[in-house]
């Protein structure tokens, strides 16, 4: 006895694998355990943090963003000097 509509084509096994290959050969893959301490110190690098909370942000931009939303007690504009000099190093 067939199914009923549409057959299927691809096995859910054979479609994951696609995507995975797709993934290695666009050099996104994340490198598991062993590309964990490399993810790490590329985030390190450009990553600066909060003098407050310790919490690593990217850019100036979401430092501020950063300010506004989790320190609003304290103004950016009269610390954001500082970090504009520790972004630009």
Known sequence: MGRKGKTQKHTAKEIAGKHKAAKHKAGAAGGGNEGAEKRKIACTK?????????????????MEIHYESKHSKINFNDIKKKYEELFNQ
């Open 46 to 62: 450009i990553s600066k943090p909060c003098e407050i909370c310790k919490v690593l942000l990217p850019s100036l931009k979401s």
